[in-house]
């Protein structure tokens, strides 16, 4: 059985591969991110991202890997999707994610509570959960870390209103963030080579999570012909 102190060994220091695709893509399937994953396992990965029970569970019959979980639902009238309520956290605790990552911006969440407000009391329920605070900024990461969070990641810089004028991957944020918080830091957002990849890894993170550039062929070839168009 894993406990948490094996989980963030397994992955400390690797590469996690997010193995994701919405309704409206080609690939969403359970099935074929099932394969996926164990495509990346394959390859080296030492831990899987994913969105969703249904792909949680047929990863899990393909591949003994540390899973972080999400479930990408939307709310009218909020711009949190990742995890965004209690629903989502007790779903995935019931599915038994290794490490649930929930948005940890400032943003306020679809009952109108924020990070602060709402992650106590998922603390205080799920005492032996690990946790990943997906944020967008510095001192969203450090409020994070304060609030109990396990585990920093950069997962959303670049993607809210305030942050989107950020280059990717965010190598400042990931800077600012390994020599300040005592938890670990995982980058995660835009990393799209080896090189940058690398470079990560030299500022001291944890681990990283790689997605698009390994998971999504469609967004792979967008790129490919946009470089010839």
Known sequence: ????????EMIKHKLIV???????????SPFIMGRMAYAAFLGGASGIRANSVDDIREIKKQVDLPIIGIIKQVYE?????ITPTMKEVDELCREGADIIALDATDRARPDGSTISELFPAIRDKYKHQLFMAD???????????????????T???????????RSLPDFDLVERLVN?????????????TPEELRRLFELGIYSAVVGSAITRPMEITKKFIKAVE
């Open 18 to 28: 997010s193995c994701q695709a919405l309704p409206e893509e080609p690939l969403h």
């Open 135 to 153: 944020c967008s900024t510095y001192e969203e990461g450090v409020m994070a870390a304060r609030l109990g969070f396990d585990i920093v990641g």
């Open 180 to 192: 300040t918080v005592s938890v670990p830091v995982i980058a995660e957002g835009g990393i799209s």
């Open 1 to 8: 059985m894993k406990t948490q102190i094996n989980i963030l």
């Open 77 to 81: 009238g909020s711009e949190v999707f």
């Open 155 to 165: 997962t959303l810089s670049g993607y809210t209103e305030g942050t989107r004028d």
